[in-house]
């Protein structure tokens, strides 16, 4: 009997619950004034389990769909805090509760005392100040954020572009930076080339060049596709959003100023390479630490015109650098930045950033044009660099011949094992070695070229690692250069002040391709091997023993 009792209180208690819940939500549903997030607040009952028999209870004043606010206006809110899983047969048992809790509404009314549980709260001690500024945050960064996928463009294309002879979308998700896009995973039905090929056309004929369609690796693959190679998804991003912006005035102005520092910064290396003929007091206030006063500068004036011809050869080996760029670009249709050049007092520059202003159309054109520059650069130099060498052992041009400390030629294993063949035991095994000028612009030139062609970042050589290898072995490669980078086992003195430029300008990984899946070809991975190969041997310091060995400059044992 008590038993009995007691289930009747309950299902009697539980029919008055549901009558106020009903009847209120009713009055809810008309029009009110604007409310704020604290009287929101109010009218839900949130409660993530069942307790007692009475399930989680919803906002009072959201519809059946959760999406409206109280005052019934068309500002949208978020899905009610009480997060369940939602299927047919749960939707239906309540539907079906709502129907009996209408009818047994006349017989007890509307205005009785609803039951409260004796239970403590589930929710969260959060200052409804604190709730309603988060949620002006995440629509402040909303707005302020790239413009996102259009929900109804994105039904759309699924529904037209995808399909069973194509790519079966099984998943979507964001995709972007900041999951401004829609990523489309699945199976694929072809070959990749062709579908992909097939799913751009598709695209342009139903929203035009709204949008742009990218295929990447599915993230996160638990195993490779049944076709062969990884499984691939699809990413569609706005065209505003996924393309770079046009270059700006200002940017047009910061480029202009750092190109003429760059001219600077190549006459004071020509000046510097006269060291043997500078004034006393100019050579000690460059040399000596303790000096603190400047000297004349007009000093320098007559040393300028005999350092001209360095500068221009150091400049030149830029310009042919930027100039193989964008010879490589054109062909592919590619748009390019114009080249911020980097001023640097030791070898004239530090190359010069060149941006992509297109998005690129696969991974081979992105190896293509990362290594025209660097090649073009590179040839220039070993030119400039094999004729100086000459010159340096031709007496008919030996009063255009300068003194440089032989120490410098053990900064590189190559060039100093190569300038040793050249120039003779005799000539290397000193305190100086007379050279002629355009060794020294090939030198600086072949230097500057392999630490932009080491593989990290969106330096050259890290696109041209991206590009044939693949984003994972670019990220394996660029930590272990920026290891020998900070041991100095690359570079020597340069390696701290190039790391901290990498880290500042150019350590981020260059953006995917529109076909970013696409192997490159065999030859195109042997080269940029290679390549990376012959940066390691130029920027790999002659060790000591070596030096003394072979005889490339003095070296001191104590």
Known sequence: MGTLTSVAFAAATNIRFRSFHCNLRERIRTPMPKVTTQLRERYCFSGPEETHGFKALKCLGNDENGSRGIDGGEDRVTKPSVIRDSTVETTSREEDADKKSKSSSNEFGSDKTPYVSSRPSTESPIDPTYSSFQIDSFKLMELLGPERVDPADVKLIKDNIFGYSTFWVTKEEPFGDLGEGILFLGNLRGKREEVFAKLQRKLAELAGDKYNLFMIEEPNSEGPDPRGGARVSFGLLRKEVSEPGPTTLWQYVIAFILFLLTIGSSVELGIASQINRLPPEVVRYFTDPNAVEPPDMELLYPFVDSALPLAYGVLGILLFHELGHFLAAVPKKVKLSIPYFIP????????????????????????????????????????????????????????????????????SLLLGLISRATLGYAAMHATTVSIHPLVIAGWCGLTTTAFNMLPVGCLDGGRAVQGAFGKNVLFTFGLSTYVMLG????????????????????????????????????????????????????????????????????????
């Open 344 to 411: 640097n007092i030791t070898l004239g520059s530090f190359g010069a950033i060149t941006q992509f202003k297109s998005i690129l159309p696969d991974r081979s054109t992105k190896v293509d044009i990362s290594l025209a520059g660097p090649f073009a650069g590179a040839a220039l130099s070993v030119s400039m660099f094999a004729v100086g060498l000459f010159l340096s052992t031709n007496p008919d041009a030996a009063s255009d011949l300068v003194q440089v400390p032989s120490m410098l030629f053990q900064g």
């Open 487 to 558: 041991l100095r086992v690359l570079g020597g003195p340069l390696a701290l002040p190039w790391g901290l430029y990498v880290l500042i300008c150019q350590r981020t990984p260059e953006k995917a391709c529109l076909n970013d899946v696409t192997e490159v070809g065999t030859w195109r991975k042997a080269l940029v091997g290679t390549a990376i190969i012959l940066v390691v041997l130029i920027l790999l310091p002659v060790w000591d023993e070596l030096a003394e060995e072979v005889g490339i400059g003095l070296v001191n044992t104590f």
